[in-house]
């Protein structure tokens, strides 16, 4: 089991920026593909983007193409979301998720997911 621990959420205006951060600790981050979900308020939670373990292959929800960006830094034992562009719609909880696996793709789906962060709150207002 790896520990997830989210930052850099809070309230941004409509056009604005924020960074969210998400530390792993207790296992080989390398060994983990990532994922961003968020889930707002009487909505299911869904996947915003993925990452491989390498950082090489990537997915993206058709809602946030082009403004926002997954990375991670293997080395620190981080992934990023870089979050660009925001509007009232991207208002949620996002929660990082983590999956331990031996294979190089990415996974959009929760139910693949082992293990979860506490999640950080993100308000766009209009």
């Known amino acids: 089991q790896v520990q997830l621990v989210e930052s850099g959420g809070g309230l941004v205006q409509t056009g604005g920026s924020l960074r969210l951060s998400c530390a792993a600790s207790g296992r080989t981050f390398s060994n983990y593909a990532m994922g961003w979900f968020r889930q707002a308020p009487g909505k299911e939670r869904e996947c915003v983007t993925a990452?491989?373990?390498?950082?090489?292959?990537?997915y993206y929800a058709d809602s946030v193409k082009g403004r926002f960006t997954i990375s991670r830094d293997n080395a620190k034992s981080t992934v990023y979301l870089q979050m660009n562009s925001l509007k009232p719609e991207d208002t949620a909880v996002y929660y990082c998720a983590a999956r331990q696996t031996t294979n190089i793709r990415w996974y959009n789906s929760e139910t693949l997911y082992d293990d979860w962060g506490q999640g950080t709150q993100v308000t766009v207002s209009s």
């Open positions: 990452i491989n373990r390498s950082g090489r292959s990537t």
